[in-house]
């Protein structure tokens, strides 16, 4: 990197670069905006949160996902006054919803800007994701984080907007959705922030971080390196009882990795997580295997499951074009 204050901004410059018939970037308030956006034809769904967890937000901005996204500094929530331009930015007759990590910061901020929006006439509407069942409370949120799951929600409700649902019908299907769909995270080192010289927490070479949160805050246990096999139980269990998921459920099932784990392990983690649902009776019908919410460079994984049913899997089968590619 170059100045590391800087980390944000040419990062975002770059990646709009990288997309230039698809998404525009809005430096006076770091935005990266759908290049044909707004429509009043359609619900403009906007994101927002620290920067660290790349692709999540600004790499999913594009037709059936998210008309804008609006991130912080690194691991910090964006200003109330860059939510709101970004609200302008995307106004639309049919409304703009506003998915919000469950962070105290991130809620605060956009809390703020839906009132002030809506002072200015803008019909819009909050929504709150927190399908991380590690811990109730953090360093960083009163209640349940909000995770890897939120890709979920993302894809659904953009979907919805793509075919013209209006706002109070993608606020239910955003609610519902999050409402069955359960994440937990285990690190294998700490991240190192671009500020920072030295990593953000203290993590031995034989131990892990169980349920931990995108932001290296503690999980429920700090304990000794297992196998693969066994640190699948650790994260699946909690997961698979928290909803609960039943065997006759079918389950999209996702495996995140954290920035710094290689795909060769996340697909080790999925086939393991596969086998050990399918003895449950649990059938994983749609997967997604990658980094989609990451932590910087640190190394783990996350597990989500959302449990399906025939509205949940049509919408997540939607077509969608971001600049994540595939060849």
Partial sequence: MNDPKAFVPEMLKGLALANPDTI?????????????????????IVQGSGSG??????????????????????????PTDFVLAAARRVRSDKGVLLLVN?????????????????AEGIKVRTLF????????????TIGRRGVAGNFFVIKAVGAAA???????????????????????????????????????????????????????????ARQKWVPADELVDLLLDPIVSDLPFSSGDDVAVMVNGLGGTPISELYLVYGIVHEK?????????????GEYCTALDMAGASITLVQL???????????????????
């Fill in 53 to 78: 967890h790349e692709p999540a937000h600004v790499m999913v901005v594009g037709e059936g996902m998210l008309d804008a996204a609006c991130p912080g500094d690194i691991f910090a929530a964006p």
């Fill in 277 to 289: 649902l399918t003895a449950q009776g649990i059938t994983p019908a749609r997967n997604y295997v």
């Fill in 129 to 140: 994701i927190d399908d991380d069942v590690a811990v109730k409370d953090s360093t960083y």
């Fill in 309 to 327: 049913d025939d509205e949940i899997r049509e919408l997540l089968a939607a077509p969608a074009e971001i600049p994540i590619r595939t060849f």
């Fill in 102 to 118: 469950n962070y105290t910061g991130d809620r605060m901020a956009f809390e703020m800007a839906e009132e002030l929006a809506a």
């Fill in 24 to 44: 525009v970037y809005d430096p006076k308030y770091n935005l990266i905006v759908r290049a044909d956006a707004p429509s009043d034809d359609r619900v403009s």
């Fill in 162 to 220: 793509a075919a013209g649902k209006d706002l109070d019908e993608i606020v239910r299907i955003g609610e519902k959705v999050n409402s069955v769909t359960r994440t937990m995270g285990v690190a294998l080192t700490a991240c190192t922030p671009p500020a920072k010289s030295e990593p953000l927490f203290d993590l031995a070479d034989d131990e892990i971080e169980l349920g931990v949160g995108i932001h290296g805050e503690p999980g429920r």
